[in-house]
């Protein structure tokens, strides 16, 4: 009995609902239908492809108002509202609202609010709202607010606000406020703030903010980039990651690892190499017994410099490493360094505990030739330590302040030391 009464109550819809939608037959001010040589009427009801008011001939109509039962192939859907269980389509365009419980499909172009469980599809632009489970796929350009569960895919420019589980994909460029778990990825330029879980990729421009826990790339580069890694052919902004790679960058890197083969501007990694830039080795000694060797490398004007030192006064075996980040003023007769300096101090093995050594050096340095220099000046020293062994790290004491098991003690001191290469 229960086969039987399905049918007959849709035929009954079918038939009660044909009669009123011939009646609204009606034309508006809006006339876009007629570029496609398509009739108007302003309701219509589908049951399922080709079980509608407007019979077999469904795709040569345009309605304002349109209710699919299962699913809808229709011509368009003109400046109104439409609703599915599963699948509204329609072979032209779309503009309104159209809600299914799969997917809305459009064979040119869309605007207006989509919401679909599945996917929205655009088979040229998309504008306006769309809302999917899975993703929001336009052949050309998509603009406007866009929630993607996996992807916001666009055979064009993709622009305004999208957000996707897993990624944003353009031909072309995307420009935006742009959220995607995974990536955002365009062929040719992105502008805005983009976020992502691993990457922001792009063949040619970036500008704006962009942060990703992986990647950035882009064939050119200004704004602020944070990421692991961050690679560019040319630079200009703000580099923070684990590694900052570029051909060529003005501006300030900040990073375990920076890399150029030209770079102007504040370099901070505790390896910062630049093919134009300075590379020398550094010996110097301290009064407090300390002898160092290091790595220096930077621009010519701003160096970070790596070191290790041994001091064989004390008769136990004490051990530093250190970083500093520097300037260095050139002047007719001489070179004038500054730098601020961290060092851990290690009594025997590693240790754990807090001990370290926070230099201020200000040296005089003089060029003998080309790959050597000397240089020597004083330097303001704190030692901040939990080990009762730091006592005899400093000579003497201007300040010696305990406070919550840690020992605060300042000097003056003096750094001699030279400079090859």
Do not use: C
Not at 155 to 182: E, H, M, P, R, T
Not at 226 to 255: H, M, P, T, Y
Not at 339 to 351: A, C, L, P
Not at 388 to 398: F, I, M, Q, V
């Amino acid at each position: 009995m229960n086969t039987i009464k399905f049918p007959i109550i849709v035929s009954f819809v079918f038939l009660l609902i044909t009669p009123l939608s011939m009646q609204a037959q009606d034309t508006t001010d809006h006339q876009q239908w007629e570029k496609y040589d398509l009739k108007y009427r302003k309701y219509r009801f589908t049951i399922f492809p080709g079980l509608s008011t407007n019979g077999v001939d469904a795709v040569n109509y345009a309605s304002k108002y349109s209710f699919n039962l299962l699913g809808g192939y229709n011509g368009a859907l003109h400046e109104g509202f439409e609703f599915g269980t599963l699948i509204n389509a329609n072979k032209y365009y779309a503009s309104g609202v159209q809600i299914a419980g799969m997917g809305n499909y459009t064979g040119e172009n869309t605007m207006g609010v989509q919401i679909a469980g599945i996917g929205n599809y655009s088979g040229n632009s998309m504008q306006g709202i769309q809302i999917s489970g899975i993703g929001n796929w336009a052949s050309s350009d998509i603009q406007g607010l866009q929630f993607g569960g996996i992807f916001n895919l666009s055979g064009g420019d993709i622009q305004g606000l999208q957000s996707a589980g897993v990624f944003n994909v353009a031909k072309n460029d995307i420009q935006g406020l742009l959220v995607s778990g995974v990536a955002n990825i365009s062929g040719g330029n992105i502008q805005g703030l983009l976020l992502s879980g691993f990457g922001n990729i792009a063949r040619q421009d970036v500008q704006g903010i962009i942060a990703s826990g992986g990647l950035n790339y882009a064939k050119t580069f200004q704004g602020i980039s944070l990421s692991s890694l961050n690679i560019s052919q040319d630079f200009q902004g703000i580099q923070l990651g684990a590694a900052n790679i570029v051909g060529k960058g003005e501006g300030i890197q900040v990073g375990l690892i920076n890399y150029a083969n030209e770079f102007d501007g504040l370099p901070v990694g505790l390896v910062s190499y630049y093919r134009d830039g300075r590379k020398n080795l550094d010996l110097w000694t301290t009064e407090t017994g300390f002898t160092n060797i290091g790595v220096k490398l930077g621009t010519e004007q701003v160096y970070n410099k790596l070191s290790i030192g041994f001091n064989p006064v004390l008769n136990r075996d004490v051990w530093q490493i250190g970083w500093s980040i520097g300037r260095l003023h050139e002047y007719k007769n001489h070179h004038l360094y500054s730098d601020f300096s961290y060092f851990k101090i290690n009594e025997g093995g590693w240790t754990r505990d807090l001990n370290s050594i926070l230099k201020y050096r200000l040296f005089f340095g003089k060029e003998i030739n080309k790959d050597f220099k000397f240089y020597g000046g004083p330097t303001a020293n704190m030692l901040i330590s939990r080990l009762d062994e730091s006592d005899d790290y400093a000579p003497y004491r201007l300040f010696d302040i305990k406070a919550k098991g840690r020992q605060y003690v300042f000097w003056i001191g003096a750094t001699l030391g030279i400079e090859l290469f």
